[in-house]
Each structure stands twice: as structure tokens, then as C-alpha cells.
């Protein structure tokens, strides 16, 4: 369902807390549809619908009569190619990403997608993920479907969870990336389905434009000096491979769905510039995979 909505100027008290992806939202807009604080939701521009995408609701405001808005700061309007207030939809949470596609579809239809396989329906051993697959971060899910299919190839256990963003008119990444400590389970069904699981082990493949592969996460040194080992054997000199504990690209905290995937709170965020997903996608999710399967 789709409401008609105002997408208005953010107040300068809300550039505190906004940022590109976020929205602040009139409660009665999202009580009439559903809408929790935390969770994503599906914005598409009234006077050009070629372009839409989705943003994170930070909160939820009273701001007069008009109870069908929602505001952004101006790098948010931004994403969907807007610089002043305007006219949207509004669509539910329910429809923020789309199930039984596959890549081509989603590319030729610019869309959105979720997808989740595993070896069985009871493990608990180890997920791996891709949130940003498609043309969001290039190879990224690519890599995480190569990191399973070698844990199948060696009859170890494992999920994948992986999303892919296709978006000609805004860019992919404008219209589809959300920040891995804001990805929430309200809005990403399969990620609700596997969420309660507990699981031993989590991994995260990521694209980012530095020069170096970074190795983050909120798992113990020792086991991301496994990884980094791993990928080194692979890569050669052709990058550094660093292991991150603080910084943008750490990845640890308790909120980035890659650690409360697991059982102790500690997943894997392994950050790769485009040309090593480029060249060495593979070799890579199939290095980190061998290092998880000698843990089953």
C-alpha cells in the first residue's frame, strides 16, 4: 500500500541526530501504517517514480496539523535527486525488499532483493552475509553465495544471507545501502527468519574505496588473524590486509547485525577496496570459508 506523504526540510535541531539515510517521522503516519522507530521503509518520488529507494526511521515527531510527514536533512533528499521539500509515497516495511527474484530480475527491474539459502533449517554453525550485493558494492553477495558453495563443496553446514540493489535513475547505493548498524529485522524477513539462531560463527563481505582490505568485527583478535592470514595466502603483495578495532570500518558494535547474529555477540566484517572483489572475489570467500569449516 502506498500512502501520499510531504518530504519536508529537516529543523536544525534534527541535523544533530540525521544522517543521509535517516528520516524523522509524524507518529500518526506511522502508526497508521505500521511503522516502528529502527525500522526501513520504501520512499518513492510522486513526480518521477523511476526514482525511489529506502530510508532508516531515527524517530518520530509532532509537528502541527499535518500528520502525513516525514523530514530529511538535505544529503538525504539528496539520494532521491531532491534538493528542496517534496512529494512522495510512502510504502510499508512489508515491501522494503522483495523475495523469489534473482539478480537478472532484480538489474532488469531496478530493484531490491533478499535471499537466503542454507545447508538445513537447524544449525547453528555459521551465517554468512552480503547486506549490500548488486551494484550497491560490487561482488559482495557474489562472494558471500562463493563463501557457501565452498562450505557445501566440504559437507560442512551454513547459511547465507545476502541482499541485491539495482537502481539506474538514483544509483544503487543511493537508493538501497543502509548502514549495518541500522538494518533492521522488521524489514528484512529472512534476516528475522535465521535472527534468533545463535550463531557460532558470522561473517560480513563489504565494498568500501580504500586501498587496503580491512578485517573488523566484534570476533576475537585471534580469529581475524586467522582470516587476515587467509586472504594474505591468496592475494599475495597485492594488498595490505589490516585487522580494524576502531574507526568507521570496525564493525564493532553490539547494533551491526553481523555480531548479534552470533551466539556470543562477535561476527566478522571484512571490508574489500573494488579490484580485490574484482580479481580476487573468490579465491577470497573461499579462503575465509576454509578457515570456518575447520571449525566444525
Known sequence: MSVEIDVLKAKSEMLEYLTEENCTMDPELADDNDVEVGQQVRIKV????????????YSFYQDGSDDNDIRMRLTGRQRFDQTDSFDAYLEGCDQVVLHG?????????????????????LHDELVICAPHGGMIENYTDEMAKWCYDKMVALSKSASCWRCIGHQDEIGAFDAWHITSTDISRLSFPYLDQIGDREFGYAVSFHGYGEADIAIGGAASTALKTEIKEAIEDVIGEN?????????????????????????????????????????????????????????Q
Open 46 to 57: 510522486k513526480n518521477d517514480t523511476a526514482k525511489y529507494g529506502c530510508a532508516t526511521v
Open 101 to 121: 527474484k534473482d539478480n537478472t530480475w532484480l538489474n532488469s527491474n531496478d530493484e531490491f532483493g533478499e535471499l537466503l539459502d542454507e545447508t538445513d533449517t
Open 239 to 295: 594488498y595490505e590486509v589490516t585487522i580494524v578495532s576502531t574507526g568507521p570500518y570496525a564493525g564493532v558494535s553490539p547494533d551491526n547485525f553481523v555480531n548479534w547474529l552470533t551466539d556470543g555477540g562477535g561476527g566478522v566484517q571484512i571490508e574489500l577496496p573494488y579490484g580485490a572483489r574484482q580479481n580476487f572475489g573468490q579465491d577470497i570467500a573461499e579462503a575465509v570459508a576454509v578457515v570456518f569449516a575447520d571449525k
